[in-house]
T-cell receptor, first 116, second 112 residues
Framework: NAGVTQTPKFQVLKTGQSMTLQCAQD?????MSWYRQDPGMGLRLIHYSVGAGITDQGEVPNGYNVSRSTTEDFPLRLLSAAPSQTSVYFC???????????????FGAGSRLTVL | GQQVMQIPQYQHVQEGEDFTTYCNSSTTLSNIQWYKQRPGGHPVFLIQLVKSGEVKKQKRLTFQFGEAKKNSSLHITATQTTDVGTYFCAGPSNNAGNMLTFGGGTRLMVKP
């Protein structure tokens, strides 16, 4: 049981490049989400999903796309990277409504992205 | 929109001293959660409080949920170097499908 797996752990991009951060969970959780963490600003919600085929925007969605074709996978796409997207990105999952600990998050190890 | 604030942002303590971090929400929360993030690591769930006025203990850690369900605190008795990290509180967002809104965190540093 690996929990939440994120790849890559580190990535350096040039401004304007695109890339995808991968996230997979093996706990059969309904909910998945992406957060970014910047110094002094805690964790801010980018996008989230409450089930396969359903996604929605969080607090800071601009410049990012997501999709949820399966329960297990929730990739985050940066369409045209900007220096302001330099951050640490965390994918997380939670059981979902109706389950014990419905919104208790299990986080991946994080992906550190630098945009030059 | 909903805001969750934490104070202090940083705290240095001598090993053996007590530590408290405070969390305040702009809205009433159905529950509040606390997470710990070790340096270089990812946030790890510590506890969830649900009831008004609830107090829970985990060894040297004491968690409280305010009567109005808008504030919470985490108190560590006799800190140890293993307590080093950033402590986050989080509550369900009122406009993002019950996802969590996090406070800015309190970074605890312990001097041996």
């Amino acid at each position: 049981n690996a929990g939440v797996t994120q790849t890559p752990k580190f990535q350096v991009l040039k401004t304007g490049q695109s890339m995808t951060l991968q996230c997979a969970q093996d706990m059969n959780h309904e909910y998945m989400s992406w957060y970014r963490q910047d110094p002094g600003m805690g964790l801010r919600l980018i996008h989230y999903s409450v089930g396969a085929g359903i996604t929605d925007q969080g607090e800071v969605p601009n410049g990012y796309n997501v999709s949820r074709s399966t329960t297990e996978d929730f990739p985050l796409r940066l369409l045209s990277a900007a220096p302001s997207q330099t951050s640490v990105y965390f994918c997380a999952s939670s059981p979902g409504q109706g389950f014990s600990g419905a919104n208790v998050l299990t986080f991946g190890a994080g992906s550190r992205l630098t945009v030059l | 929109g909903q805001q969750v604030m934490q104070i202090p942002q940083y705290q240095h303590v001598q090993e053996g001293e007590d530590f408290t971090t405070y969390c305040n929400s702009s809205t009433t929360l159905s529950n509040i959660q606390w997470y710990k993030q070790r340096p270089g690591g990812h946030p790890v769930f510590l506890i969830q409080l649900v009831k008004s006025g609830e107090v829970k203990k985990q060894k040297r850690l004491t968690f409280q949920f305010g009567e109005a369900k808008k504030n919470s605190s985490l108190h560590i008795t006799a800190t140890q170097t293993t307590d080093v990290g950033t402590y986050f509180c989080a509550g369900p967002s009122n406009n993002a499908g019950n996802m969590l809104t996090f406070g800015g965190g309190t970074r605890l540093m312990v001097k041996p």
